[in-house]
């Protein structure tokens, strides 16, 4: 099986596609293969799964809520399943170290607090420890401290996540900075060992301080990401930030960030959640670039069908039921809106369990039908054959003028004016020596941007030659060209990692172009029966 493959800012994606059917003389003729590239913005998306916890406790995440400063990230009195919770901050040059305030600088807001954006690529809400005034640095040798307290000893589900560890880079040429981070946890007054591992490129690690040694990285990424795991139960933890200096003086102000805090919490109620997602290639799982849908309706049942509550997801198509007795339950997605169309049950069992009292792994997936409805590009490629002919006339026997679903691949399930993308899967009327085949590769993009560098390739099936003169391309964007035919055996230049395999039978090859997003149009051409 060979696969789809997509570039994006480069980037591989590999979609696998059923296997493909050909067959020759008696026979039938089925779509073959293609391959695009192209660049679009990227965004890692990270699921929620439960963590690991000793008997008779669960993961819990400390329910922090949205802030602005220290004083009212510290006023918060957060409970995780019957723990308490407080955070608290100190500099230890008072009123010189910490920005407490929001701060908006070239279109961009600074500041310690907690908010619901994604921040080292990961959903909020999350902590964000701001050090520098404004945007002038924090002395040097200064430093400041975020302490989280538990009110009783806790073990964590998952390690703690620091977020965007990094340093000055090339958008930052004259303002010099370098993270600096040390972790310490106790249980009481007893140190807790700590182990930090990078899990990006912008950072190093060194005992219990991690570094930025690279160019900084966007909110987006989780490039500056370091874990922390603890080595046993703990009553507290603190992060210890400073101005680092091994690349010069600190020009400028600085930010990393604290993921939510995934505790084992004493296991007397179970909870239900995850996602609802905007599943853009239809295969049921959430992938890389496949955001949440916000204000999605979840209805909860009991055992015999009756409504226990409701919900709507949040900015980021996250949703929960928590303070749930054991038992079994039901949770249904409605659907957001009529743009969206169910890749997944709507309706899943959710069943809680002494053993298993956290279910947060019941997500849903609608795919968007509305035409550039998704904020992040994507294209869809659809292939049909769209004419048969013997000795100049149409082969009978097949209507090549109106759409047939594959019933092998669900990538044209929810295709919107699928009217459009005309022409059969199969050829199932018997083909023979010389008859032309007219094979048509429909694209159509989705998203609010343009997707830039579009390359096509798609190999002429084995079997066959290609016609000479017979490639036609349409609604392709700026900067593209008529397409070309590759000889078998010829060099694929710029498109060997874009076709899918090798050249032994010919390829058809094309620029695309710059493609604005809600875009429709198609590559076509025509080969002839050896």
């Known amino acids: 099986m060979k696969p789809l493959i997509i570039k994006i800012n480069n980037r591989k994606i590999r979609k696998v596609i059923k296997p493909l059917r050909y067959f020759f003389l008696i026979l039938m003729m089925a779509v073959t293969q293609i391959a695009i590239f192209g660049t679009t913005p990227n965004q890692k998306v990270v699921a929620q799964t439960p963590g690991v916890c000793p008997a008779g406790t669960t993961p819990t995440i400390v329910n922090w809520q949205p802030t602005v400063g220290v004083e009212a990230i510290a006023a918060q009195n957060l409970n995780a399943g019957g723990v308490g919770v407080r955070l608290s901050f100190a500099e230890s040059d008072p009123g010189r170290v910490i920005e407490s305030n929001l701060v908006e600088f070239n279109r961009e807001i600074y500041g310690t607090r907690i908010d619901n954006d994604v921040y080292g690529g990961l959903p909020g809400p999350n902590l964000r420890f701001h050090i520098g005034i404004g945007k002038a640095p924090a002395p040097v040798g200064s430093n400041a401290t975020l302490t989280v307290n538990f009110d009783r000893p806790v073990t964590l589900a998952s390690p703690l996540t620091i977020l965007d560890v990094d340093r000055d880079g090339a958008r930052d040429i004259g303002f010099t900075y370098q993270d600096r981070v040390t972790v310490s946890a106790f249980n009481g007054s007893n140190p807790v060992s700590v182990a930090l591992q990078s899990l990006g490129t912008t950072t190093r690690v060194t005992g219990s301080t991690a570094v930025g040694i690279n160019e900084n990285s966007f909110p987006s990424r989780p490039d500056g990401n370091v874990s922390v795991t603890l080595a046993g139960q703990v009553t507290s933890f603190q992060l210890l930030y400073e101005p680092g200096t091994e690349f010069g003086q600190p020009r400028q102000d600085e930010t990393i960030g604290l993921a939510r805090i995934n505790i084992c919490a004493p296991s007397n109620t179970g909870s239900i959640g995850d996602t609802v997602f905007n599943d853009r290639n239809a295969n049921r799982v959430q992938d890389q670039g496949e955001r949440g849908i916000q204000g999605a309706t979840l209805i909860l049942r009991g055992a015999n069908g009756e409504e226990i509550s409701r919900t709507t997801t949040n900015s980021n198509g996250i949703y929960s039921f928590t303070g749930l007795p054991i038992g079994n339950y039901t949770v249904e997605a409605l659907r957001p809106n009529n743009d969206f169309r169910p890749t997944t049950n709507t309706t899943l069992a959710a069943n809680l369990t002494q053993e298993n009292p956290n279910r947060l792994d019941i997500d849903f997936g609608f795919r968007s039908t509305a035409l550039g409805a998704a904020g992040t ?8 054959i769209t004419n048969a002919t013997r000795d100049g006339q149409p082969i009978t026997g097949t209507n090549f003028n109106t759409f047939v679903p594959d019933p092998n691949n669900n990538n044209d399930d929810s295709l919107p004016a699928a009217e459009r993308f005309r022409g059969v ?26 997707i830039t560098g579009v390359r096509f390739c798609d190999l002429v099936p084995n079997g066959t030659t290609f016609t000479s003169n017979s ?60």
């Open 377 to 384: 590009p994507n294209i869809q490629l659809i292939k049909r």
């Open 425 to 450: 899967p199969n050829l199932e009327a018997p083909v023979q020596s010389g008859d032309e085949i007219e094979y048509t590769v429909y694209f159509l993009t989705e998203g609010e941007e343009n």
């Open 471 to 530: 490639i036609g391309i349409n609604g392709a964007g700026s900067g593209a060209d008529g397409g070309r035919f590759l000889s078998p055996l010829a060099p694929l230049d710029t498109f060997t990692n874009i076709c899918p395999g090798s050249n032994n039978n010919g390829a058809v090859i094309a620029n695309l172009g710059s493609v604005p997003g809600g875009q429709f149009g198609f590559v076509r051409f025509r080969v002839s029966i050896n």
